[in-house]
């Protein structure tokens, strides 16, 4: 302001520092050579100068993959731990800088039998290989499998077969069914026939991967546009929108955005009746057992009670709906909710938040974090030309006993996540309460099962914060798993575009 005349003028920083300091990928600076290790042997190997940044050097964070059984990935740069099984593996390494440009390196580690041990019997009984017959996807973690042992050296006596801690002796020929979690991915297969045993170690999930290729649901019968009315009694069916080449029965149905009044129950219907007259933009997802997913969306038009035609009056923000506040500590909350309109005319709602929230035409429940020495937030939307904003007092909302406000994340007792935002399209952020004093690992694995992120913290403390760039995964489920040495929990994250 100057004289009393004042100017404002809207600054794309972000465009401005895009444009003149591009980042550039880390690269590979010291290539890992080909690593032995032997079963039952303490393995260490340091990961510190794989890599390099021409920009951030010093800040990129490392991921793991494909690591043999009984070795880990520590935080920031270290694989260690004691083979506990001999085979190859294919190892690889991911850097990631601060600007989520990331890069990857493979080596293999070779783990050797414990000295002493027999090499595998020639011309004597053995398991020589394994027949997978079948794989049946029973949700995101867990498979059934139905397989057949190959042998070599038979001799007309019966066979004990067993799996080790899945099926116990027996002298049945096969095949054999097992309910298997994708966090075991390779089980130990026995068999004894004339006092000679032989042992085979059986990477079903590699087989299963590549044998039993999961596809998403599809959309076999689109919603077309929906009317409803204030204060009439609604249903919807969504029952026969989706189908599956695996599971067509096993879909699980999700729905966001529904009018103010109108509720989703499990496992197909939307039912209630209508509070607030308006334009809806409603979307439908539906998952498979693999967590692969697929969405469609339609409008619902509420018209006021009475028959009278939807609100020609001037588009503005009316109130807040407040879904949601999580306590993230003393001064941060999560907070969630939905804006109400007046004057809806159907076209695209450009909806964004002062300093908080760059403009956006998703229709909302929007998830912010926010301090509490910023108690109130201005909220801005534009329609066909039309802006409106609103001082919404976001704190008030959240103070226990306000009005619609559901309050969450107090202070409690054993291990809690809090994703920081779900869906997730670059960073997953999450909060760990509840491991004070313990070492906390976190795994994050996708919807086949494979891990594509692990953090570890040594000690930690009553508040948490581990994030995970997730910028370089295909959208879907991922799983999220915290354990300490006594708790354990798991979230389900959305991976968007």
């Given amino acids: 302001m100057q004289s009393g005349a004042s100017s404002s003028f809207a600054y794309n920083w972000l465009a401005a520092c895009s444009s003149s300091t591009a980042n550039t990928p880390p690269t590979v600076a010291n290539p890992v050579s080909p690593q032995s290790a032997t079963v039952n042997i303490g393995y260490t190997l340091s990961l510190a100068n794989v890599f390099t940044d021409a920009e951030t050097p010093n800040a990129l ?5 494909g690591l043999p059984a009984g070795l880990n990935f520590v935080a920031p740069s270290t694989i260690s731990g004691t083979p506990s099984m001999s085979g190859v593996s294919n190892v690889t390494v991911t850097a990631t800088d601060p600007g989520s440009l990331s890069a990857s390196t493979s080596f ?11 090499p595998p019997p020639t011309g004597a009984f053995s398991i020589t290989s394994v027949q997978t017959i079948s794989c049946e996807v029973l949700s995101a973690g867990q498979r059934r499998l139905t397989f057949n042992p190959r042998y070599a050296g038979l001799n007309g006596s019966p066979v004990s077969f067993s799996v080790v801690n899945e099926l116990l002796p027996t002298t049945n020929p096969g095949p054999y069914t097992l309910d298997l979690y994708t966090d075991n991915s390779v089980v130990t297969l026995q068999a004894v026939q004339s006092g000679i045993s032989s042992s085979f170690a059986y990477n079903w999930l590699a087989v299963c991967s590549s044998t039993t290729a999961n596809t998403p649901p ?18 919807l069916s969504l029952a026969n929108v989706f189908t599956d080449a695996e599971t067509p029965n096993q879909l699980t149905l999700a729905v966001s955005s529904l009018p103010a009044g109108l509720s989703f129950t499990a496992p197909s219907t939307i039912s209630g009746t209508p509070s607030m007259s308006g334009v809806s933009n409603v979307t439908v997802t539906a998952t498979d057992p693999g967590s692969l997913s697929a969405s469609t969306s339609f409008s619902i038009t509420v018209n006021p009670a009475g028959g009278t035609p939807p609100p020609t009056g001037t ?5 807040v709906t407040t879904v949601n506040c999580g306590v993230i500590s003393s001064g941060v909350r999560s907070v969630t909710f939905t804006p ?70 107090e202070p409690v007792s054993g291990l809690q ?54 910028h370089h995964l295909p959208s879907g489920v991922l799983i999220l798993r915290a354990n300490t040495s006594t708790q354990s929990q798991t979230v389900k994250v959305i991976k968007a575009e």
Wanted: glycine share 10%; net charge neutral; with cysteine.
């Fill in 315 to 319: 588009f503005s923000i009316t109130g």
């Fill in 108 to 118: 293999t580690i070779t783990v050797s039998p414990a000295a002493g041990t027999p």
């Fill in 417 to 470: 996540l809090q994703v920081l935002g779900n869906p997730v399209r670059q960073v997953l952020e999450v909060a760990v309460t509840g491991a004070t004093g313990s070492s906390l690992n976190l795994t994050l694995t996708d919807g086949q099962g494979r891990i594509v992120g692990q953090q570890a913290v040594e000690k930690a403390t009553a508040s948490e914060r581990v994030e995970f760039r997730v």
């Fill in 61 to 65: 964070v490392l991921s793991v993959t």
């Fill in 340 to 409: 109400r309109y007046a004057g809806v005319d159907g076209s695209p709602v450009s909806f964004s938040v002062v300093n908080e929230l760059l403009p956006t035409t998703n229709p909302g429940p929007y998830t912010l974090r926010l301090y509490t020495d910023n108690p109130t937030i201005t909220l801005s939307a534009v329609q066909s030309g039309v802006s409106s904003s609103f001082a919404y007092n976001w704190l008030a909302a959240c103070a226990p006993g306000a009005p619609g406000a559901r309050v969450s994340g």
């Fill in 218 to 235: 599809t959309v076999a019968n689109p919603v077309s546009p929906q009317s409803a009315t204030v204060g009439v009694a609604y249903t």
